[in-house]
């Protein structure tokens, strides 16, 4: 009797794998500053953990030793830039590449079934911090931004959150990350329960979005979920006989696109468009940044100090005369050229690559695995379609802001999806539940 509860506690440990639930702890105590070191404490644990998992998998195994020290290494690094980390001393030097490189080395460690679960503790912090957010949601003034009462200037972020994710780029960031992650856990889910829940977590976690005024916030997400599903599906789509699904179908793929032009681009025409012609101007200038200097600068970049100095609103000609400077280029990869010169750029494009190339093999994978399929092949849902979602997600995040600075948890975030594309080949699933369950 003690040997088979001990077994069932076992299998009950596999299958909720508790430990996951530290990372949505950090996400949600992350949305308060005051809970900072808790929050980085309690990410860094989880990963240590994380990293430490395969190792013992894997330790009766002769060729795991060269994994084991890869995993060392990284964990040796962390525990390096621990205290660093923790108090939020290094936002935007080495510390913010290490923390995407762990984020892509922690997904290295998971399988369909860890990832499936990990998505699920996602999806609850979705859930739980969008509720917060949402708690203190005002339709008749500006949410997260700047608020104007009894003449004083002042902002919810400001008075409630003290900013603990940091300004609208950090939180709309998040929000972005968890709303796509979410999609995903209610698509990869085999349990109807998992399924609504991730469901929901999608629709709260989109409206938060919307709420946030964040017009990035508002595009990325669902245009990464439509669009992946398009890539994946469209040719089943274009091929259907039903004219009358079809068109149904494309109002359904049309209609957030008429909602966010309508609501969130047209309604901010004014402010809004004058704001990103200065964001065109600091792009462009810290991507001219690397020219104006010596020539050493175009190998090696810039310091951030002279990049600002050289981007000031001044110098940019920007309709505010002050030489205030800004601190990033609002584009991911201007500010990863304007810093790090041609060998950021190689650094960049090796990692595009590398996420490319996995991309592409997992839709390939998940294409010759629907024709297996005897199902609608519409309604399926593969490994591919999720990589797909999550890439372009960052990739229009990437465009718009700088996502890898100013915050530990971002950066851990953006690298754990990249690293998506980077898992060995997924069996595509299909939500209905008369499929039987693909091989781990």
Known sequence: MPILFSQNIRSLLRTLRPLDALLPCSLVLHLYKTNSALSQGLLLIWVAIRF????????????????????????????????????????????????VAIGLAVGFTLNLKAWRILLQWMNIATLSICTVLLSHFQSHEMWIGIIQGDGIMSSVNDEIFAKGYGGINRIATMLCL??????????????????????????????????????????????GIIISWLIIHGRSLLRSSNRKNLIIRAILILGPFFAIGTFVVGSDLDVGFSGDLTRLKLIRCWLSSV??????????????????????????????????????????????????????????????????????????????????????????????????????????????????????????????????????????????????????
Request: hydrophobic share 45%.
């Open 291 to 440: 020219y104006k200097t010596k020539i050493s600068n175009i190998v090696w970049g810039n310091s951030r100090e002279k990049v600002m100095s050289l981007c000031s609103n001044n110098n940019i000609g920007n309709a505010d005369d002050t030489k205030r400077a800004i601190g990033h280029a609002h584009n991911t990869f201007a500010h990863i050229t304007g810093l790090h010169g041609l060998f950021g750029i190689i650094a960049i494009c090796i990692l595009i690559i590398v996420i490319y190339r996995g991309m592409i093999s997992q839709i390939l994978h998940s294409r010759i695995t629907f024709k297996s399929i005897s199902s609608n092949p519409i309604t399926n849902f593969s490994w591919g379609e999720a990589c797909l979602g999550f890439n372009l997600t960052i990739l229009i995040c990437s465009l718009t802001t700088t996502i890898h600075i100013y915050n530990h948890v971002n950066q851990l975030l953006i690298g754990l999806l990249l690293s998506a594309s980077l898992a060995p080949p997924l069996t595509a699933r299909n939500t209905r539940p008369c499929l039987p369950p693909e091989p781990l």
């Open 52 to 99: 430490l998992e395969p190792v013992f998998q894997n330790r009766g195994k002769v060729d795991s030793r060269h994994l084991g020290t890869a995993y060392a290494l990284f964990t040796g690094l962390l525990l390096f830039q621990a205290h660093t980390i923790a108090i939020r001393a290094d936002k935007v030097g080495f510390s913010q590449y290490l923390m």
């Open 178 to 223: 968890l709303t796509i992650a979410s999609w995903a856990s209610a698509r990869l889910s085999k349990s109807r329960f998992f399924q609504i829940l991730g469901g929901l977590g999608t629709c709260i976690g989109y409206f938060t979005c919307l709420a946030s005024e964040s017009r990035m916030a508002a595009i990325a997400p669902i245009t």
